[in-house]
């Protein structure tokens, strides 16, 4: 009894964790990259989010052809989804540091 409740209350915590980190990396791989365009941030917030959201549904069947109990993965992986590519996006422009001007010409 003691197991399936936790079992429960772990599940989604771990999806979450798993499906935001996964959604996090291709964010921030192409967040990183110099020279990609005005579209960058755009294009690594949809690469993470359709990335977690084909992680979610992976996640999702198997737990529940594996367990046959309904617990939120699809929940806790959807919002993981939507989170973790801004946290991809904003831990890549804090890394990358503040634009440097060119200093102009003395005469």
Partial sequence: MQTAYVASELLPALAFWLIALLAAVP????????RRGRARSAIAYLAGFFLGLAATLCL??????????????????AAAAFLGPFTGIVHA???????R??????A
């Fill in 27 to 34: 964010a921030f791989t192409i967040t990183r990259r110099r």
């Fill in 60 to 77: 999702s069947l198997a737990a529940t052809l594996l367990i046959a109990a309904d617990y939120p993965i699809f929940n806790a992986g």
């Fill in 93 to 99: 422009k804090l890394k990358k540091g503040a634009r």
């Fill in 101 to 106: 001007r060119p200093k102009l010409a003395e």
